[in-house]
């Protein structure tokens, strides 16, 4: 499975963004799609998920209500909507794809084998 995420870009505190993660190839054995994004310095943290088969969605706490995740399965690509943007939103933000189930692991880069190669965040203030 390759991974391909765009979008990413300098916007001003307020603005908004909309990533997006192509997935091509054997995207049959992935289900779960997730954000992550690390900021300089700090560790890999979890943005949000969502699944192809249900479309069920999960959100850190510091981005609800600002960000939407969305799927369009006809094209194989999910989306990362993000609005009222912050300048601790800079970040890159990654891309992965997991197998079916794993749901306690789904806020866990161990519960995604793939991986996309990142787009830069960064929000002015």
């Known amino acids: 499975v390759q991974l391909q995420a765009s979008g990413g870009g300098l916007v001003q505190a307020g603005g908004s963004l909309r990533l997006s993660c192509a997935a091509s190839?054997?995207?049959?054995?992935?289900?779960?799609m997730g954000w992550f994004r690390q900021a300089p310095g700090k560790a890999r943290e979890f943005v949000s998920s969502?699944?192809?088969?249900?479309?069920?969605?999960y959100y850190e706490d510091s981005v609800k209500g600002r960000y939407t995740i969305s799927r369009d399965i006809t094209k194989n690509t999910v989306y990362l909507q993000m609005n009222s943007l912050k300048p601790e939103d800079t970040a890159v933000y990654y891309c992965?794809?997991?197998?079916?189930?794993?749901?306690?692991?789904?806020?866990?880069?161990?519960?995604?084998?793939?991986w996309g190669q990142g787009t830069q965040v960064t929000v002015s203030s």
């Open positions: 969502i699944t192809w088969s249900g479309g069920n969605t």
């Open positions: 190839g054997r995207t049959l054995s992935t289900d779960r």
């Open positions: 992965a794809a997991g197998p079916r189930g794993l749901d306690n692991l789904l806020r866990l880069s161990a519960g995604y084998n793939y």
